[in-house]
Every structure is written in structure tokens, then in C-alpha cells.
Antibody
Framework: QVQLQESGPGLVKPSQTLSLTCTVS??????????WSWIRQKPGKGLEWIGY???????YYNPSLESRLTISVDTSKNQFSLKLSSVTAADTALYYC????????????WGQGTLVTVSS | EIVLTQSPATLSLSPGERATLSCRAS??????LAWYQQKRGQAPRLLMY???NRATGIPARFSGSGSGTDFTLTISSLEPEDFAVYYC?????????FGGGTKVEIK
């Protein structure tokens, strides 16, 4: 069974860079046609797709975040990462990583989520 | 981007009743629609993909239908564990987008 676990600082100062890592276990990040996603949920709100990456390095980003966003993959560690620069309080959210089958499929395995608060 | 509108925002029902949740897309997404269930304090869980296909381990009381712009998630007889928030997500075009959610609460 595939499992995903997010990790990273729970508190980030405004204007700094939010950095999170998702560690995948129970399967190889390099296997199959899967994409590895980041989704966030602001407090009391709905879900927002941030973007995803294929192990080959191909990325798809939400245009609303693209100018500040980098998603990368480290196949040797079976991990993928999110970097969001120039954060503000509006980036405070629960950040989830997930395995995704690609554009016509679905996100079938999710991490538990990690809360990131942007505050000085 | 494709906007998904879910209705109603809240559905108040009793266990054993039938729940009908709607998701409408601002343009056709063919059958590229998924449904997720999120319980309080938990990550979303995949329920349906391709509009009408149940994900692994999802009970048969959950069913999905629709294509194009109008979709429905039906729970034939609500169990206590089904009271949660449900989100649709279009899988037709980037950026992938979610609806605003429908909360199914105990009446």
C-alpha cells in the first residue's frame, strides 16, 4: 500500500519561501505513469490544486501560483518537494501531497496533510 | 479555468435516507470527473473517478453519473460514517479544479 507523508516547517515568515517534502513509501516514485501532487486547503475552505510532477521531471502548475512555485522530485530518496516563494498570510493552509494518475484519472493516495502558518 | 459549482452547499439528512449531490461544470469535462469524501480532520479520500467508477474499497451504496457539464453523486442509504464533506474535481484540463464542496450533515 502506497503511503505519503508530508514534512517541513509549520511556521514561515511573510516574504520567505515555504518548503515542504513528501516522502513516498510502499512504492517507487519512478514506477508507472503517476504524477505526484500538491493540494492545499485554507482554514475552513475547500481544496485547491497546486500542481504536480512526473518522475521524468515534467511539471504542471496552477497558473495562480506558477510565478512563485517550484515542484521537484528526488527519485533516489523517493521524495518530491514543494517550494513556494514570497509567501503571505494568504498562503496559510493545510498542505497535502498525493499520488495522481494524470489528467484524466484521479488522486488515489493522499498524505495526512501538514499545516503551514505564515506569520511573523 | 473550468469552474465547478456544487449544490447544495449543505444537505441535512437522516441515516438511511438517500443523498443526491450535484456538480456542474462551466464547460464540458466529458466524463473526466472525480469525487472525494473528506471527514473532519482527515485527508480527502477518492470515491469515484471517470464520473461513474467506484474507487477501490468504496461501498456499492455510492454511485456517480453524468457527463459533459452535469454530474451527480448518489448515496443510496446514508450510513453514519457517510456524514462528511464531498468535493468534485474535474480532470479534463489544467489547472485541475475542485468544486466548493457539499456538506452532508445529520438532520
Amino acid at each position: 500500500q502506497v503511503q505519503l507523508q508530508e514534512s517541513g516547517p509549520g511556521l514561515v515568515k511573510p516574504s520567505q519561501t515555504l518548503s515542504l517534502t513528501c516522502t513516498v513509501s510502499g512504492g517507487s516514485i519512478s514506477s508507472g505513469g503517476y504524477y505526484w501532487s500538491w493540494i492545499r486547503q485554507k482554514p475552513g475552505k475547500g481544496l485547491e490544486w497546486i500542481g504536480y510532477i512526473h518522475y521524468s521531471g515534467a511539471t504542471y502548475y496552477n497558473p495562480s501560483l506558477e510565478s512563485r512555485l517550484t515542484i521537484s522530485v528526488d527519485t533516489s530518496k523517493n521524495q518530491f518537494s514543494l517550494k513556494l516563494s514570497s509567501v503571505t498570510a494568504a498562503d496559510t493552509a493545510l498542505y497535502y501531497c498525493a499520488r495522481d494518475g494524470g489528467i484524466a484519472a484521479s488522486a488515489d493516495y493522499w498524505g495526512q496533510g501538514t499545516l503551514v502558518t505564515v506569520s511573523s | 479555468e473550468i469552474v465547478l459549482t456544487q449544490s447544495p452547499a449543505t444537505l441535512s439528512l437522516s441515516p438511511g435516507e438517500r443523498a443526491t449531490l450535484s456538480c456542474r461544470a462551466s464547460q464540458s469535462v466529458s466524463s473526466y470527473l472525480a469525487w472525494y469524501q473528506q471527514k473532519r480532520g482527515q485527508a480527502p479520500r477518492l470515491l469515484m473517478y471517470g464520473a461513474s467508477n467506484r474507487a477501490t474499497g468504496i461501498p456499492a451504496r455510492f454511485s456517480g453519473s453524468g457527463s459533459g457539464t452535469d454530474f451527480t453523486l448518489t448515496i443510496s442509504s446514508l450510513e453514519p460514517e457517510d456524514f462528511a464533506v464531498y468535493y468534485c474535481q474535474q480532470r479534463s484540463d489544467w489547472p485541475l479544479t475542485f468544486g466548493g464542496g457539499t456538506k452532508v450533515e445529520i438532520k
